[in-house]
């Protein structure tokens, strides 16, 4: 099974917010979309931060009003930044990765100029990964049965709550780095254990 990328999960059609959007009208925005948070765009699609719903309860938590104007304040001094975002040609997992080191709920999808064209959220990210244990095994299995793969047979597969582990004798280290590396192309897989031993020469 080929490995998905970011550009078949995304949402195309994506709320967004400029600069001088104000906080009032932000709320409008995300409460009308039904979303947490939008990416923040300058007038040429280049995403300058990305502003949520935990940086409005910051915001709010803080009692900032710009020149006693409730709600006058422009997203600007809101959203954080800079805006951690992928293109659509990366994989699911590395999305998933990124996600998890900066510790986001969404990422905005850009293209080769910086401009963008979707975004990405955990709950996009889950439906891919939501897979069972035996749709895994099976994918990584077809995956080392591929010829850049280890000697078929010689590899054991199996999957317990996404993580998969590799039993199994190779002739060399070059097979064992292989299998390790076809087994995490596999979506769903969050793990890989690896029992691979060196194969015993049995002398003539």
């Known amino acids: 099974m080929k490995s998905r990328t970011v550009g078949e999960v995304m949402t195309r059609e994506v709320a967004h917010a400029c600069g001088d959007t104000t906080f009032a009208?932000?709320?409008?925005?995300?409460?009308?979309?039904?979303?947490?948070?939008?990416?923040v765009v300058d007038d040429d699609d280049k995403v300058l931060g990305v502003v949520s719903e935990a940086d409005l309860i910051r915001h709010q938590a803080a009692g900032v009003r710009a020149n006693g104007r409730p709600g006058a304040e422009t997203v600007q001094g809101l959203m954080s930044t800079p805006a951690v975002t992928v293109h659509p040609e990366q994989r699911v997992s590395d999305a998933a990765r990124v996600m998890e080191r900066h510790h986001v709920n969404r990422l905005p999808v850009v293209d080769e100029e910086d401009r963008l064209i979707g975004i990405v959220t955990r709950h996009d990210l889950l439906r891919?990964?939501?897979?069972?244990?035996?749709?895994?095994?099976?994918?990584?299995?077809?995956?080392?049965?591929?010829?850049?793969?280890?000697?078929?047979?010689?590899?054991?597969?199996s999957v317990a709550d996404g993580v998969v582990t590799l039993d199994g004798h190779v002739d060399r280290g070059p097979d064992a780095w292989a299998a390790i590396r076809l087994a995490w192309r596999v979506d769903g897989v969050i793990g890989v254990v690896n029992r691979l031993v060196p194969a015993v020469e049995t002398a003539d």
């Not at 009208?25 to 990416?39: A, E, K, Q």
């Open 128 to 157: 891919v990964f939501l897979r069972t244990d035996e749709e895994i095994r099976a994918d990584v299995a077809e995956m080392l049965g591929r010829p850049l793969g280890p000697p078929p047979g010689s590899v054991a597969v």
């Open 25 to 39: 009208d932000l709320m409008l925005l995300l409460d009308r979309r039904r979303v947490s948070g939008v990416p």
